[in-house]
């Protein structure tokens, strides 16, 4: 897939490698076996995951054993 490819299926589907708003951290880490940046806001209000050319940024879920949960990802 070129850069031009990546770009257009993003912005036509929302998804990237099968993730989109609303998908859990799990999720995230089994589709992007890729090194990364975690950045976790004042005690824990959120979680931004910088993959480089990726970042996704996470809220913590509601309920006991609730994951987080991605709220935007960034091209």
Same mark, same amino acid.
Request: overall charge negative; glycine content about 14%; proline content about 4%.
């Given at each position: 897939?070129?850069? +031009?490819?990546? @770009? $257009?299926?993003? @912005?036509? /589907? =929302?998804?990237?490698?099968?993730? *989109?708003?609303?998908?859990?951290? /799990?999720?995230? !880490? *089994? $589709? @992007? *076996?890729?090194?990364?940046? !975690? +950045?976790?806001?004042?005690? =824990? &209000? #959120?979680? *931004?995951? !910088?993959?480089?050319?990726?970042?996704? $940024?996470?809220?913590?879920? /509601? =309920?006991?054993?609730?994951? #987080?949960? $991605?709220?935007? &990802?960034? +091209?």
């Amino acid at each position: 897939m070129t850069g +031009v490819e990546f @770009l $257009a299926s993003f @912005l036509t /589907t =929302g998804e990237l490698y099968g993730l *989109r708003v609303g998908s859990t951290l /799990t999720e995230v !880490d *089994r $589709a @992007l *076996r890729h090194p990364f940046v !975690d +950045v976790v806001g004042e005690e =824990g &209000a #959120w979680l *931004r995951r !910088d993959y480089g050319l990726v970042e996704f $940024a996470f809220n913590p879920g /509601t =309920g006991p054993g609730a994951e #987080w949960v $991605a709220a935007t &990802a960034t +091209v």
